[in-house]
């Protein structure tokens, strides 16, 4: 039987014929905005991608990631044949991946399980390759336009901020930032504040948003409500439109306080940029560094007070180590908080209010 043979027996048109398969499909947690009814039809060829823009895309070969988080958060296996539903977006993660929206609707990778697909070029060692992924097609609206994260991100006046917004940034990707944000939050919920929470760079995964709500944040929103799946390569100017419109979103909210991660290292482009414009622009009220080790948070502390920061406390996987700690701490001159002490009301209201201003950058 034909397809239009198909169509005349069941009535479907190609639109509903699209929103079947969709609804069949495999759907990413950096999807979870979307409203697929915006789409009417999809394209193979003839365009070339953007960065955010949806595609449903059919698995051709298992690597690194096996597994898709859905808009629910949960990690559902993934098989060849699949038919998932993700969005372009580019990838900076020295554990893992470099990659980068590539400049055609070819095979490609996913590249992060929440739902990011990309063409990699170059891995960490000690993973596998990326899975590799074929285009079915790209969503596109009635009008021609290509359905993109950006059509569904929040707008919020980004003059509106809690009263207080403390940033969580880290030496590497794996110093311990997530963990930290997680036990600011619950420390500071105990102590009776409202407390929210926000990714505000990184690669698109609910898992950061899970923790912190499970620390106790009354909401918590990251930059795929903003309309990204990744940041890495965004500009400046719309960094700070992201930030503004999620501080916006908890200042809405009735948030008393906000607790924001900022992804990767001060190394990281898009983390350094995002650091200094905020601090020029007044958005962050105190900043804790994570560190992964005492070398990693006396450069990382350094960095920061060369640019007239300086760190609330000291925190992240270093912590874990009393030696490593009492190192850091000299190194630093600054206090290093452990789990614990960011779990306690009182320390931690101790660490987030307290004083830096006195204090002499180095």
Not at 45 to 59: C, F, H
Not at 268 to 289: C, N, P, R, S, Y
Request: glycine share 12%.
């Amino acid at each position: 039987m034909s397809i239009h043979d198909f169509t005349e027996m069941t009535g479907l048109g190609r639109a509903d014929r699209l929103h079947s398969r969709l609804a069949a499909a495999k759907r990413a947690f950096t999807t979870r905005n979307v409203d697929f009814a915006a789409a009417t039809r999809m394209v193979r060829s003839g365009r070339r991608p953007e960065a955010g823009d949806v595609i449903l895309a059919r698995v051709t070969q298992l690597g690194q990631h096996r597994r898709i988080e859905n808009v629910h958060g949960r990690r559902g296996d993934l098989y060849v044949g699949d038919e998932i539903i993700v969005a372009y977006g580019n990838r900076y993660a020295p554990d893992q991946f470099e990659a980068y929206v590539p400049e055609d609707l070819g095979p490609c990778h996913l590249v992060a399980g929440g739902g990011v697909a990309a063409r990699a070029t170059c891995r960490h060692t000690g993973i596998k390759p990326a899975t590799q992924i074929e285009v079915i097609g790209a969503l596109m609206r009635a009008d021609g336009r290509a359905l993109n994260l950006a059509d569904f991100a929040i707008s919020a006046p980004a003059r509106l901020r809690p009263a207080k917004v403390i940033a969580v940034v880290g030496s590497s990707m794996n110093a311990g930032k997530t963990t930290t944000v997680a036990g600011i939050v619950h420390g500071l919920t105990r102590a009776g504040f409202r407390v929210g929470a926000a990714k505000l760079t990184g690669t698109g995964s609910g898992g950061d948003l899970w923790s912190m709500r499970d620390a106790g944040a009354g909401l918590a929103v990251d930059f795929t409500d903003a309309g990204h799946a990744s940041t890495f390569g965004v500009a400046a100017d719309e960094l700070g439109r992201v930030t503004g419109a999620l501080l916006a979103r908890l200042d809405e909210a009735g948030m008393d306080i906000a607790v924001v991660e900022i992804a990767d290292g001060l190394l990281q482009g898009e983390t350094a940029a995002l650091i200094e414009m905020g601090h020029a622009k007044g958005w962050f009220d105190g900043v804790v560094f994570a560190a992964a080790d005492a070398m990693g948070a006396a450069f990382g502390c350094a960095w920061l007070m060369q640019r007239g920061i300086v760190p609330l406390a000291v925190s992240g996987l270093v912590s874990a180590s009393p030696l490593a700690s009492r190192e850091a701490a000299r190194a630093t001159g600054i206090s290093v908080a452990t789990l614990g002490d960011l779990r306690d009301p009182v320390a931690v209201a101790r660490i987030a209010f307290s004083d830096t201003s006195q204090q002499v950058a180095a």
